[in-house]
């Protein structure tokens, strides 16, 4: 693609917020930094805060010198610094919005960015329906003669009927093509290699099923509380803030089928197919297989009703009904306030039959592979092999442990880099399509209606412990444990 055809503004609505400064920020430096940014672009941020465009720019300074990856070069910063402007108005009135047209065609003029926009909205959800609906109204959206291209954070509705809402009035202005529903998980590098290390492995992929896997297990810990989020986190929960996207898309990379090939709508297509097998969450499968769990101390948090009811802890086991999976169970947990922060996918093989060693050593550990996403990016793959000596055999496991970034710190690229890249190329695969949201929506509606009919005994775990006893529990009575590896 040529460098033309990325040119662009990149309108931030929401520029004073954690995001544009922890993520947002940093990452286009980042690519400036290593020279990936079109030579024409320009960014514009919108805020309610009054300030300068100096100041809204030291600001950003700081920001990148404290969350970039990168060292901070003058000459870097000043050229990107050069092309970042900072406009104030409310999001709700029209005078903003017909400025900002005015001043996007003069930035067009400038950095010859063709009228090609990514409208990149890291605001509230209320907020997000108003801004498109203004956009068009004031003719910042024309894909006739350009492109433009609107990026929406989640959490993509409150539950399917509100997502189906949000989702009209998205695309009765920008096409599904142009619409980019943010999963930050999706642009973590070992996220992106699950598909490389099952397809592009002939060791892997004969043996990914339901002949050679005992269960597989997903996980995503922190050892945070829910800091200064608790007005999000209160609509939210464990259950809507990470298992409805974050954890159904690690799912669904590990089950999916071989797509046809790899453009975007076949891999995608591939992921559908899971979300549309799994098993229907009966109000009888949740009380069986759902735990939720709120940790102590979560109801003195800042804005969190002293009686809330609301989970920051969420496990429970699912099935995929197809061919490949029959039988083999998923146990998927999340939680707050953990004894530590990881991300990953654990595949537990099955044991082989109980003869020669099977027979003999029966407390044999079963072969492990470990997809490792955060902080530590890798794969282990744990095996059983004889301890050295010339006595009786004694067997242990070992690890193959392949770890990207341990050896040096801070070397692969954060998520928004590699996500803010593939807006400015027109690259979707690694963002969510509709259909896909609207089947995780009715799995996790599912499961929400049932925990309305029932009040749980809250809170029901401490910080720096595992969960509640039930989640381990969820295992045991199939004979497994969740595996900290």
Known sequence: MKDKDLSNVMVIFGGTGDLTHKKLMPALYNLRYQNILPENFAVVAIGR?????????NEMLESVKTYSRFDIDEKI?????????????????????MELSYFLDELDRKYNTQGNRVYYLAVAPEYFGVIVEKL???????????????????????????????NKMITDVFTERNTYRIDHYLGKEMLQNIMVIRFANVFFEPVWNRRYIDNVQISSNETVGIENRGGYYEKAGALRDMVQNHMMQLLTLTAMEPPVNLDTESIRDEKVKVLKSLEIMTPELVEKNVVRGQYVGYRQEEKVSPTSNTETFVALKVHI?????????FYIRT?????????QIVIQFKPLPGILYFKEYKNLLPNL?????QPEEGVKLQFNAKVPGAGDITIEPVNMDFCQNCQISNNSPEAYERLLFD????????????????YSWRFVDAIAEAWAEKTPDFPNYYPGTWG??????LLRRDGRMWWNV
Do not use: C
């Open 468 to 473: 509640p006893k039930e989640a381990d529990d």
């Open 423 to 438: 807006v400015m190329r027109g690259d979707s695969t690694l963002f969510t399509r509709w259909d896909e949201v609207e």
């Open 369 to 373: 592979l470990v997809i490792k996403i």
């Open 335 to 343: 939680g707050k306030r953990m004894p530590e922060k990881s991300t």
């Open 321 to 329: 009904e197809n061919f490949r999976w029959a039988g083999v169970p």
């Open 136 to 166: 068009y109204r004031h003719g910042m959206v024309n894909n006739e003669t350009s492109w433009q291209r609107v990026v929406i954070e989640k959490p993509f509705g409150e539950n399917l009927e509100s997502a189906r809402k949000l």
């Open 49 to 57: 805060r009054d300030k300068t465009e100096e100041e809204y720019r």
């Open 77 to 97: 910063w000043q050229d990107l610094s050069s092309r970042i402007f900072y406009k104030r108005f409310d999001f709700n009135y029209d005078n903003g919005y």
